[in-house]
């Protein structure tokens, strides 16, 4: 199969870049926090800033870095690393790959559903009630009664629609993110937008579903698959819809639920 690239595969990196390369100020445009949800962190920078800035989080040393998108505008980021003392750090480019921190705060949440992380809306599995697709899953799930059989007809759907493209996994950019509606309306993308688009259609309908960036001893290259919970049997299922609906489209067998011994996740969303 064709080698997969992801935002979070440069984001990763970045992490590397900031050791070697981040100066520290003072002094800071104005931030703001919502601080209202114990599962996501919002935050709005200012047009302040003038050039392309980051946010880290931190937990423990565990760092994830994301792109701010839209200033004076608030952005959602996952607290998925669980209850604790997290810092939340705005980093504003210098020059090139280097950086440095403009502002710092720290948070604590103590968290009642460890799962409720996986439920919400963020950054790169951004959706809302009033979404196309959201409004789908709802149709798709209205008469059916167990939460597997929820699961099955939404995966189902997307796997009878999707097709994988291969001239977007080629230039896409390395800021992308995806947009829901758009990835079901053009019924095409990469393995990063079919793992937000499921993640997105199932907690809609109150599914924890993880987006997990790594790697698959069936996929060569960085890739993007589901963690499903399954709340009856208590634990993680893998569903990765790419690689199905390639082997739909070249008339192969799969099953939805994969062997979690073939993946190793290295970030978590």
Not at 109 to 115: C, E, I, L, V
Request: proline share 1%; aromatic share 14%; glycine share 4%.
């Amino acid at each position: 199969m064709k080698k997969y690239n992801s935002l979070v595969y440069i984001i990763i990196c970045i992490s590397i870049l900031l050791s070697n390369s981040v100066a520290y100020a003072v002094e800071s445009p104005k931030i703001l926090l919502d601080k209202s949800n114990s599962a996501v962190i919002g935050i709005c920078a200012t047009s302040a800033f003038s050039k392309k800035i980051k946010v880290e989080i931190e937990k423990n040393g565990e760092k994830y870095y994301y792109n701010i998108n839209n200033l004076d505008e608030f952005e959602y980021f996952p607290l998925q690393m669980g209850s604790g003392d997290y810092q939340i750090s705005i980093l504003e480019n210098v020059r090139d790959n280097k950086y440095r921190y403009v502002y710092r705060d720290n948070i604590n949440y103590a968290k009642s559903d460890k799962n409720e992380v996986y439920v919400s809306s963020s950054q790169l599995i951004n959706w809302d009630f009033s979404d196309r697709a959201i409004i789908t899953a709802s149709i798709l799930t209205k008469e059916l009664k167990t939460e597997v059989d929820k699961i099955e007809g939404i995966y189902n759907y997307l796997i009878d629609r999707l097709s994988y493209d291969y001239d977007k996994h080629k230039y896409v950019e390395y800021d992308y993110i995806p947009s829901i509606d758009l990835i079901n309306d053009t019924k095409s993308g990469i393995c990063f937008d079919f793992a937000s688009l499921l993640a997105a259609m199932l907690r809609s309908q109150n599914i924890p579903t993880r987006l997990v960036m790594g790697y698959s001893k069936d996929i060569d290259g960085y890739h993007a698959w589901n963690e499903v919970f399954l709340k009856e049997e208590g634990r993680w299922m893998v569903i990765d819809i790419t690689s199905d609906t390639i082997l739909k489209e070249n008339g192969m067998s799969y099953t939805m639920e994969k062997q979690a011994e073939l993946y190793k996740g290295v970030k978590v969303f």
